[in-house]
């Protein structure tokens, strides 16, 4: 069983897993595409599981694939917390350039699925976590795109003290919203 939880952001919505504990730990099915299926009304072909670990307050994001590279992805986070960021930059949406965060974590066992045409960022904010996501498009690099975390159009606050934030060169070199021709 699988609960379908919606947000805000057009098609973007979030998984809510049945867990079966007991006195060993839980039991849970992760990923059934019948299951996402008969939930969701779509039909998903993942062809690529990718998954990093963080310590408390790497920040990665905010990614996205352009064209026909775009990726709609199913993330989750098995071990830890997250706060996870998603930026619908669909300009067709009623909902574009709006944003959603939700806590991803072990314990609240959620997962996100981000449509294609989504930019996702996230930052750890236990002391590790663990972050795995499924992608319906294979990794194409010039297809590769991102957004400036600390966007001001955005105004994304990030839980954090941005003393905090860990990012990678790359990321803090991403353009802004405006500079980008979406």
């Given at each position: 069983m699988m609960e379908k939880i919606?947000?805000?952001?057009?098609d973007c919505f979030l998984l809510k897993p049945t867990v079966f504990k007991d006195s060993r730990g839980i039991f849970m099915e992760s990923y059934s595409r019948k299951r996402f299926q008969e939930t969701t009304g779509l039909d998903v072909e993942f062809v690529q599981d990718n998954q990093s670990v963080s310590s408390r307050g790497v920040l990665r994001g905010f990614h996205f694939q352009r064209g026909e590279h775009a990726q709609a992805k199913l993330v989750r986070c098995p071990l830890?917390?997250?706060?996870?960021?998603?930026?619908?930059?669909r300009p067709d949406s009623p909902t574009f350039?709006?944003?959603f965060k939700v806590r991803l974590s072990d314990a609240n066992h959620l997962q996100l699925f981000v449509p294609a045409g989504f930019a996702h960022g996230?930052?750890?904010?236990?002391?590790?976590?663990?972050?795995?996501?499924k992608c319906d498009q294979y990794y194409h690099r010039?297809?590769?795109?991102?957004?400036?975390?600390?966007d001001p159009e955005l105004n994304i606050d990030w839980e954090m003290e941005p003393s905090q934030l860990l990012l990678s060169d790359k990321d803090q070199a991403l353009p802004y919203l405006k500079d980008?021709?979406?």
């Open positions: 919606e947000t805000p952001l057009k830890g917390e997250i706060l996870d960021v998603v930026v619908d930059l350039k709006q944003s996230f930052v750890t904010v236990s002391d590790q976590s663990i972050f795995a996501y010039e297809s590769e795109a991102g957004i400036r975390y600390n980008l021709s979406l």
